[in-house]
Structure formats: C-alpha cells, structure tokens
C-alpha cells in the first residue's frame, strides 16, 4: 500500500516521504495514529511541502547533534559492573544502560533505540559503539566497563584501560652482527686449542732413559 509520511516514523520513513508499506502495518498503525495517510493525489501534492518542513527541521537536529557530538568526544562514557572471574560480568551491559548512562553526559535523555549496540557487552574492557543523534549525525562513542570494586577504583581502571602501560621489547642484533660474533668466537676457540697443544721452550720432557745395551756394559777386565 502506498502512503505518504505525515510524520517522521523512525526507521519506516520520513515527513512527506511516500513509500510502499505492508497493508496490515498501514491500517492498525500508520493510518490510526495519523502518522501517514493513503496517497491520494490531495495527498501527494502536499508532499513536497511536509518534505520541506521535514528539512528544516532536520537541519536544527543536525545542529544540535553537532553540540553534543563534543561532550562525546571530550569525556568517555564509564560503566562500573560487578565483575567475575576473567572479566566477566554478572549479567551484561545493555543498550538501555548506554544510553541512560549518556544521558547523564549530554544532560537530556537519549532513546535506547538510537544506541547502536550491536550485541551486549559481557566482559570489561574498552569498547566503541556508534550513537545516532540525528539522522545524520552518528559519532562513535567510547565505552569503557570496569570493575565497580576494583582495588584502585572505578577511575583508575578505566584510565588503565585507555592508557595501557607499555612493555619494552629490547631489539636483536641485526643477523649480520650475530653471525660475526660466532665466527669471531670460534676463531678465539682456535687459537686457544693451538695454543693449549704447543710447548713451552724449555718444558720439553727429558725422555725417558734407555735400557742399556751389550756394548754398554763395562767390559770385563782382563
């Protein structure tokens, strides 16, 4: 069935938009509640002047949108949760908990459904998780879950989260340097065999004293 948007009816259509709806969704819900109304040509020749209005107004939400989009951006959104063995959470952080927890950042209360959340959180850590403020403003939000009893508390675990300490990893030599390291070592290996194998003038073992022949003996007297 064929309508035209009266109304902004999030996620169906816009004011003075005309689209094709299913029949059933048209009369229990659009039609009644004067959200939209069949496209009859006194109808449609008032589209283009609802699309206007739905411009203008569209325009100040953007604008709007743009202030706060700010506060996001200057401050992190803090969950505390009680937590489990490995992180895990008791329960689950919700877009409903997002949202109400933002609110209290913007100052103004902020629909669940424009928290783009695309599955629950179960465990700490950092997360970014896009936010519709308007149509066309979508920034991305930084939600940190921490700990509610963390020992050194709820802010200096979310600070530990965004700014991980930094593990120093002491560089190897390059391959060549190595490899001329073994190869001197085994040069100085070499020479000390040598050395080790030759002698020291004067250290020479006297041999050891032969045994004594016929023609050494004294020869009898006459």
Excluded: C, W
Excluded at 3 to 14: A, I, N, P
Excluded at 84 to 99: F, K, M, N, P
Excluded at 176 to 205: K, R
């Amino acid at each position: 069935m064929k309508v035209v948007f009266l109304e902004t009816v999030e996620g169906s259509g816009s004011m003075g938009e005309v689209r094709t709806v299913r029949p059933g969704y048209a009369r229990n819900y659009l039609l009644p509640r004067g959200l939209a109304a069949p496209a009859t040509p006194e109808v449609l020749a008032r589209a283009a002047q609802l699309r206007e209005v739905e411009d203008e107004r569209q325009r100040v939400q953007d604008e709007h949108a743009q202030e706060l989009v700010g506060k996001f951006a200057s401050s992190p959104l803090i969950i505390a949760v009680r937590v489990g063995e490995q992180g895990r959470l008791y329960g689950s952080v919700t877009s409903a908990d997002i949202a109400e927890k933002a609110g209290e950042i913007l100052g103004e209360e902020l629909d669940r459904r424009r928290v783009l959340l695309p599955e629950v959180i179960r465990s700490v850590g950092v997360y970014t998780v896009p936010v519709r403020l308007s149509r066309n403003v979508v920034p991305d939000m930084q939600v940190v879950v921490v700990d509610a009893e963390a020992p050194e508390g709820v802010e200096a675990a979310a600070d530990l989260l965004l700014n991980p300490p930094l593990v120093v990893v002491q560089a190897l030599p390059p391959v060549a340097e190595v490899e001329g390291t073994l190869e001197d070592a085994a040069e100085a290996s070499a020479v000390d065999l040598e050395i080790e194998g030759a002698s020291e003038p004067g250290d020479s073992t006297p041999d050891a004293e032969a045994p004594a022949t016929e023609s050494d003996e004294e020869a009898p007297t006459s």
